[in-house]
C-alpha cells in the first residue's frame, strides 16, 4: 500500500525544513486548534479495561449530541479511520467510487478491499456502484450535498458511506437525524471539532443491522477507557459546543479574509478549513514551510493550498506578516 499524504505530518515537515516541533505552527489539519479543556481522569480509565456500560453511555451521549434518529443505532469505534478501513469487506465485491477530490484514505482502503474503483465529478455519477463514499461537508474543497439527494442516491448503490467528519459546523447537512435505510452507514468523527485527534473516538450511525454488524466486528472494547470518558464529557458540554461553533465561523470568516488579501482565490472549506488555490501555491507553501508555518499541498491539485485555524493571537499575527510579506 502506498503512503497517502495527509495534513499533520510535521515530521517529515521538520525533517525536509529543520526547526524543533515547538517552533511550527502547524495549519496543516482541519483540526480545532482549541481544544476542549481535558479534565483529570480517574484510574480506573487507565487500569481497567472499558466497561460495557461507559461504552453504552458514551453511545448515548453521541446519539443526543449528533440529533440521531430513533431508528438509528451508534456504534464508537478508535477514530473514524477505523470505520473506514473496516466498511469495504461488509460491501462484497464490484465497483466502487468516490467524488474527487476528497480524502484519499476512501479509493486506498477499497481498492485494498479488490473493488474496482473510479472517481467520479458528480454525485449522480455513483448510481450503479456496489459501494461509494460521499465526504459532507467534503475534503478539501468543502462542497456540499443535500440529506435527500443522498438517500435517493442510496436507492442506487450497494453500501453508501457518508462521512461528516466535518459535520459539527454544518449540522444542518447531517443525515443522523432521518431514519436510514440498511445500506447507508454514517461516519463522525470526535477529534476534529473537540480538538482532540490524539483521542482517537469516531462513530458510525446507520440501521440496527449494519450496525449491529460493525459492533461485532469492532469486538468488545472499540474504544479505550479515556477515550470513553473524555468522549462522554466533552459531548455533554454544550456551553463549550455552542461558544466554539461560533468563535470557529468568526475565526474563519477573518482567515478568508487574510488570504484573498495576499492574493488567493477561495475554493471551499468548512469553519475549520479553507482551501485556496493560486497559481503560486507550490512557491507559497515553501516559503511558509521555511518559516516553520506548515499548510496541506495538494499533489493532484498542484495549485491548491489548505489551512487551518491559528490558535493564539502570537500565531495570526505571524501568519499575517508572513503573507504580508508575500
Known sequence: MARQLHGGDLDAAIERFGGEPAGWLDLSTGINPTAWPLPELGADAWTRL????ALRRLNDVAREFYRVH??????????????????PDMAGTGRAGTMGPTYNEYRNRFEMAGFEVETFAEMGDLAGLQLAAVVNPNNPDGRRHAPDALLELARHVG??????????????L?????PLPENVVVLRSFGKF????????GFAVSHVEAVGALADRLGPWPVSGPALEIGSAAMSDMAWIEATRRRLAADMIRLRRMLEAAGFDIVGGTDLFV????????????TLARSQILVRRFPD??????FGLPDR?????????LLKAG
Open 313 to 321: 493571537e502570537a500565531d495570526w499575527d505571524r501568519l499575517s506578516q
Open 159 to 172: 453500501l453508501l458511506i457518508v462521512d461528516e467528519a466535518f459535520g459539527e459546523t454544518s449540522p444542518e
Open 50 to 53: 472499558p466497561g460495557q456500560g
Open 301 to 306: 491539485r498542484p495549485d491548491w493550498l489548505r
Open 194 to 201: 473537540f480538538g482532540l485527534a490524539g483521542v482517537r473516538l
Open 70 to 87: 430513533d431508528a438509528n443505532r451508534v456504534a464508537a469505534a478508535a477514530g473514524a479511520q477505523q470505520l473506514i478501513q473496516m466498511l
Open 275 to 286: 482551501t485556496v488555490a493560486s497559481d503560486a501555491a507550490r512557491t507559497w507553501h515553501e
Open 174 to 178: 447531517s443525515l443522523c437525524g432521518r
